[in-house]
């Protein structure tokens, strides 16, 4: 089977199966990272009522056609899970509400700018990518055409350490239209005046 039909195949396969099946983030024993887990679920569980949420919203604004606009809400809804598992139980649990309320509805703003922007020909093949970089890496997720196996668009989490103020968590994302050499702010968000666990932790 090639690639590309294949690749179309399991989108279509997970838009059809949207919010039938949740696997579990991770599987440990450790009763601190069960609570971590717990909390996890929790966290995920508040996303998915605000995922359903913003669907709704989408469904009852979008002037897309109606393919489109659903292409662009499963991809959202995929870059909120990558945030969530990108920032890890430890970071959520104490960042959540500063998450949920001002980063991931930016996040969202503008994620539907570049796919609105982006031609209806190409929008199809755009993607986003699974693996957040885990400890200290920046990279939460990148958009990209599958086709191409070119990126569009990439979103990164970089921890700033102001002197006296302590830990902040900057949002941001590079293009490549301007060869991802620019920095176009999402949010800040603060952490504590101690050193944030890695990401994913």
Same mark, same amino acid.
């Given at each position: ?73 499963? /991809? ?23 998450? /949920? ?51 569009? &668009? ?6 700033? =350490? ?7 968590? =900057? ?29 994913? &932790?």
């Amino acid at each position: 089977m090639k690639l590309w039909l294949r690749k179309i195949a399991v989108v279509f396969i997970a838009i059809l199966t949207f919010g039938m099946y949740i696997p579990p983030a991770y599987i440990n024993t450790d009763t601190e990272k069960n609570e971590e887990a717990i909390s996890l679920k929790s966290a995920s569980e508040n996303v998915a009522t605000q995922t359903l949420e913003v669907r709704e919203e989408a469904e009852a604004d979008i002037t897309l056609g109606s393919d489109e606009g659903l292409f662009i809400t499963t /991809l959202t809804e995929k870059a909120r899970e990558q945030m969530i598992t990108k920032l890890g139980p430890r970071i959520v649990n104490q960042v959540e509400d500063d998450i /949920l309320s001002t980063i991931l509805p930016s996040i969202e703003d503008v994620l539907q700018t570049i796919l609105t922007e982006a031609e209806q020909d190409t929008l199809q093949y755009y993607s986003i990518t699974e693996n957040p970089s885990e400890g200290f890496g920046e990279r939460i997720f990148n958009i990209y055409d599958y086709r191409t196996n070119k990126t569009v &668009a990439k979103f990164h989490v970089r921890r700033d =350490n102001r002197p006296l103020e302590g830990y902040w968590f =900057n949002f941001h994302y590079h293009l490549s239209t301007d060869g991802f050499e620019e920095h176009h702010e999402i949010g800040e968000i603060y952490w504590d005046k101690n050193i944030p666990p890695k990401w994913m &932790a």
